[in-house]
């Protein structure tokens, strides 16, 4: 690092080059880039760091103790199960988020998975190609108009859905336990507060919740088994909020209708889980919030978030662990 460079970055996984403009364009930071580090490599490296970005690779508490001068850590996401978060609430060290970036493109990923299940999409491609032409008789194909939409989770990603449903003409509920009925209500959905006591009337269940000690496994056998037989249930937000095991059940014995997932409890899916042989539902592999346009929506603001860390100057709204600011 050069006299000039008041300070250091590490940047863990490189990110699209419209952020690392914002980056290179300040004299006083320098940065380091590194892909797929072990943890021994980032204790090495991450001593003498004022900043780190990170992508995917986990950043635990060991890590993070051994960083002697970290101002911020700028996730280029909106997850962070793979942040030790009390370590850097001890550090009193703020974690920021890109959410701002991705909401749109993760609730048109779960209209998609939506849609492909409610149309049969998967399966009518494969029939079409095969020369099946009598599968359009089977009529197995439903309609997403008039359909009960329960929406766990209102944040940004979750409102985006929400929105989007009501477009299609389906009737929307939402459940959040940290948004206001009011709130709710003014976006013309219906607020709920106990979502299992409503399972029974849910067509679709489209889960937007971080991964925590809260909303493990939230969606379990319990749950599943108080859905409808035709219902639909979506997860492009953690693997972990829903029971692996019990959503295999449920598909196995068409307990539910079918699942469309973009996240696994391992990722990648080992190749003989048992979600990869099931016709009823729709796989993609974590990449709802990875479009061409998200890419430089969060690498710009991964990186304005990190310099902001920096400098001192971090909108609150990107920060998960606020009450360390100002500290």
């Known amino acids: 690092m050069s006299g000039e460079n008041r300070y250091k970055l590490l940047i863990v996984e490189p990110f699209h080059a419209e952020g690392m403009k914002l980056i290179k364009a300040r004299s006083d930071v320098a940065y380091e880039i590194i892909e797929a580090p072990s943890e021994a490599e980032l204790m090495a490296r991450i001593r003498d760091v004022d900043g780190v970005t990170l992508r995917t690779a986990r950043l635990p508490a060991a890590v993070i103790e051994r960083a002697e001068r970290l101002k911020v850590v700028a996730r280029h996401g909106v997850g962070y199960d793979n942040v030790d978060l009390e370590a850097l609430n001890r550090r009193r060290i703020p974690l920021a988020i890109t959410a701002d970036a991705n909401a749109i493109s993760v609730a048109e990923h779960a209209m998609f998975l939506m849609l492909a299940l409610a149309k049969r999409g998967v399966a009518n491609d494969r029939a079409t190609r095969e020369g099946s032409w009598a599968v359009r008789n089977r009529l197995d194909r439903v309609d997403l108009y008039g359909q009960h939409v329960l929406v766990i989770g209102f944040g940004r990603i979750g409102r985006e859905v929400a929105l989007r449903c009501e477009a299609f003409g389906m009737q929307v509920s939402v459940h959040d336990p940290y948004v206001g009925h009011e709130s709710i209500g003014r976006a013309g959905h219906h607020p709920v507060d106990d979502f299992r006591a409503l399972l029974p009337e849910v067509d679709v269940l489209s889960v937007h919740v971080p991964l925590n000690g809260e909303t493990s496994h939230m969606i379990g056998a319990v749950e599943l088994a108080a859905l409808p037989a035709h219902a639909l249930v979506l997860n492009v937000s953690r693997g972990g909020i829903v029971d ?49 346009q998200s890419a430089v929506r969060m690498a710009v603001s991964t990186a304005r978030n990190v310099l902001a860390g920096l400098d001192g100057t971090l909108d609150p709204a990107m920060v998960v662990n606020r009450a360390v600011l100002g500290s």
């Open 244 to 292: 692996e095991t019990a959503l295999i059940e449920a598909l196995r014995t068409d307990q539910i209708r079918g699942a469309g997932l973009d996240v696994f409890e391992d990722e990648p899916p080992a190749r003989d889980n048992p979600l990869l042989g099931l016709d009823n539902v729709v796989l993609s592999p974590h990449a709802a919030g990875l479009t061409q």
